[in-house]
């Protein structure tokens, strides 16, 4: 056996790197706070995004040495609504996103993860929560305030599978409201990137949307919600702690697809270990252009708005959607000139208050950043 590794947050992101490192010959200690994975979820349905990259995710999951052992379904067509009162049906040859749930049930994609990790030796202590640690740690503690909210229920239909999202400021300002149904169970949210307050009402507006104009049926309907975090530092290696997943700020920041960045930096800093290599240097090379992508996008998308969300709609419609998106999420010049601009724009919530910045021990602290998405001071 190698040498013991520590992990805090039984997320994807720590869970990954668990299963990676354990299937290495490493011994992996993971603290949990919750007494289960997948407590921050309401085994509400996500997207498993499949257009940022040119490779599958699944397949991707599969190089990586990942059992898919959790329920999965391919979605590649949907409907955008927008302001306009236009309902504009977008189609790709390639699926666009895998429909997975999240939480504590067996078939969750947290669930999968933790029976792979588990079987393999990782010992899991739940219900410990750490704040403070010194020596070499992986940080997975996933996000510590809300850049971004989710406000939502979860329902059971008899509705067909469908994937549809709102994009108007009216239901979902600056975001996006979207409804997930598969098999007879339903998940509708509105994502907000403002007026959080509000999310309630949001909330409301956007069920109401969805019902009245896809006669959508709903019983059994439980409120949930959520946030998250984004920001964009220079180094994931501080004070001998390793950020990944979103305790790293790893998101998207266009739409919140952050599942993807989560499971990548995991795996990645799991290689980095057992393969000696620098972390900092392998996720600026993998995981940057693509961050900083999606950072020009949402400039590019908050910069549209309302009157411009249709036209974005009905280019999404008149081309391979899956494809045009992809294009997006590819790094240029242009959209690195326009990351620089939109990372002076949008500052991250995220301080640690509590830290005094001696000999800071903090697990997800910023100290020598001021808090600014695209800050790179340390
Ligand atoms: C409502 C909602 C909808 C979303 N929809 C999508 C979507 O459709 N597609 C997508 O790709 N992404 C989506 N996301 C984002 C996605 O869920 C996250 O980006 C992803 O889960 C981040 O994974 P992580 O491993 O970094 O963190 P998490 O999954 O949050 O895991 C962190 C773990 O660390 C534990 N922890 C935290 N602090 C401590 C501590 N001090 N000590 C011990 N344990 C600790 C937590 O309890 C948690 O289990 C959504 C998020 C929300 C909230």
């Given at each position: 056996m190698k040498e013991g590794i520590n992990i805090i947050g039984a997320g994807l992101a720590g869970l990954t790197a668990a299963i990676t490192l354990a299937r290495n010959g490493f011994a992996v200690t993971v603290f949990e706070q919750?007494?289960?994975?997948?407590?921050?979820?309401?085994?509400?349905?996500?997207?498993?995004?499949n257009w940022s990259s040119e490779v599958d995710v699944i397949q991707e999951f599969t190089e990586m040495g990942l059992r898919l052992d959790f329920d999965y379904s391919p979605y590649s067509d949907g409907l955008i609504f927008t302001p306009q009162g236009e309902v504009i049906s977008v189609k790709s040859s390639k699926t666009s996103f895998y429909l997975v749930s999240r939480g504590s049930r067996s078939e969750t994609i947290d669930y999968g993860l933790k029976r792979q990790a588990e079987?393999?030796?990782v010992v899991i202590n739940f219900g410990k929560r750490i704040d403070k640690y010194k020596g070499r740690v992986i940080v997975a503690t996933g996000p510590k305030s809300g850049d971004i909210i989710a406000s939502g229920i979860t329902f059971e239909t008899d509705a067909p599978d469908i994937a549809a999202i709102i994009f108007d400021d009216?239901?979902?300002?600056?975001g996006y409201g979207y409804l997930l149904v598969s098999r007879g169970r339903g998940t509708i949210a509105s994502v907000l990137f403002r007026e959080f307050r509000k999310a309630d009402y949001y909330?409301?507006?956007?069920i109401d949307r969805f019902k009245s104009r896809l006669h959508l049926n709903i019983r059994a309907e439980r409120k949930f919600g959520g946030f998250g975090n984004f920001f964009l530092r220079k180094h994931q290696n501080r004070n001998n702690k390793l950020y990944v997943g979103e305790a790293a700020g790893f998101q998207d920041y266009l739409w919140g697809f952050g599942m993807r960045y989560a499971i990548r930096s995991g795996y990645l800093?799991?290689?980095s270990i057992i393969e000696g290599f620098d972390y900092d240097t392998a996720w600026k090379r993998s995981?940057?252009?693509?961050?900083e992508a999606s950072l020009a996008n949402r400039y590019l998308?908050?910069?549209?708005g309302s009157r411009g969300y249709g036209y974005l709609a009905n280019k999404l419609?008149?081309?391979?959607?899956?494809d045009l998106l992809n294009k997006h999420y590819n790094s240029s010049f242009a959209k690195r000139l326009i990351s620089l601009v939109a990372a002076r724009k949008y500052s991250s919530r995220v301080k640690d208050s509590e830290c005094n910045h001696d000999n800071c021990s903090c697990v997800w602290c910023r100290c020598v950043q001021n808090g600014q998405l695209g800050v790179v001071r340390d």
């Open positions: 919750h007494s289960d994975v997948g407590f921050r979820f309401n085994n509400d349905f996500q997207g498993l995004e079987e393999c030796g009216a239901t979902a300002p600056k909330r409301t507006v956007c800093v799991a290689r995981l940057r252009p693509t961050l998308f908050e910069w549209l419609s008149s081309r391979d959607s899956r």
